[in-house]
């Protein structure tokens, strides 16, 4: 099988602007969130003890039926040498893919949680018409209930903030890496050395003048237009937040992995 790599982490983040930059390398393929985390779920929860013939499938079979759903997605209508799978799900399924895939690395894309919050706030604004996915396509709510929603555990940001601490914080993070957006728009140099000696590649000189990605029709679908849309050129870009200044502040403090003194096992944060 062809290597495999994983971008995980927080949304609105830098992932979709990685992938853009990733795929740049003809070796590479990398895109938006896909398919394969959500059936990777379903098949582990298809094989437990909720099927009463559970009991006919060992661990051996588990192991090559969820490594064989790579295999076949990543088909060859994939050309790439080198894969990377982008899902928020894998930062919950370290000890997994440390099974699965030994050699594999998991980049988890971080920023400042209150610029997340702002983020969505403003693509909700701008879409003012189209009810969002994001908030089940409801068109009610206020600012607070919007930041409510996406904060709790289910939630948008909620869910992938915890599963990010449960990989940072876990025993299985030798192939965990931490990509600060803050990092990535005003270093992307820097930003790309670091992922390529992370997962052992040789270097590729990368055009951060002519970034490219074009996910219009999901984002149409998902009644957020312009959720993966990627500028072209990559550059620091500041702003006044949108967010009334208690919901700013009552996710200031929530970067975690800034406190060298919680990086109780040295994972590596660019």
């Known amino acids: 099988m062809r290597p495999v790599h994983f971008i995980s982490g927080l949304p609105r983040s ?41 009991v006919f499938i060992s661990d051996t079979q588990r192991r090559r039926i969820l490594q064989g759903l790579f295999d076949e997605y990543y088909g060859p209508e994939f050309a790439a040498e080198v894969v990377f799978d982008t899902n928020r799900i894998w930062c919950s399924k370290l000890r997994s893919l440390k099974e699965l895939f030994p050699a594999a690395k998991v980049i988890a894309c971080v920023r400042h949680v209150p610029w997340i919050i702002d983020s969505i706030e403003q693509l909700i604004r701008r879409n003012t018409f189209q009810p969002s996915a994001i908030f089940n396509y409801q068109p ?19 869910f992938a903030y915890n599963a990010l601490k449960e990989a940072y914080y876990g025993e ?22 670091a992922i390529y000696d ?41 702003r006044t937040s949108v967010l009334p200044p208690d919901v700013f502040r009552r ?20």
């Open 198 to 238: 992370f997962i052992g590649e040789p270097a590729f000189i990368h055009d951060f003048d002519n970034v490219s990605y074009d996910a219009d029709e999901f984002d149409i679908r998902a009644g957020t237009p312009g959720l993966h849309t990627v500028r072209r050129k990559i550059a620091v870009r500041e």
């Open 172 to 193: 299985d993070t030798a192939n965990l890496m931490l990509l600060q957006y803050e990092t990535l728009v005003s270093n992307p140099a820097s930003a790309l050395k």
């Open 140 to 158: 009610g709510g206020t600012v607070y209930s919007r930041s409510e929603g996406l904060a709790n555990g289910d939630g948008m940001v909620g």
């Open 14 to 54: 830098g992932s979709t602007l990685l992938a853009g930059l990733l795929r740049q390398n003809p070796r590479f393929h990398a895109g938006m969130s896909g398919p394969v985390g959500g059936l990777f779920n379903t098949l582990q929860g298809d094989m437990s003890g909720r099927n009463e013939y559970s």
């Open 251 to 270: 996710f200031e403090n929530d970067a975690f992995w800034r406190d060298p003194q919680l990086n109780l096992r040295g994972v590596r944060v660019v």
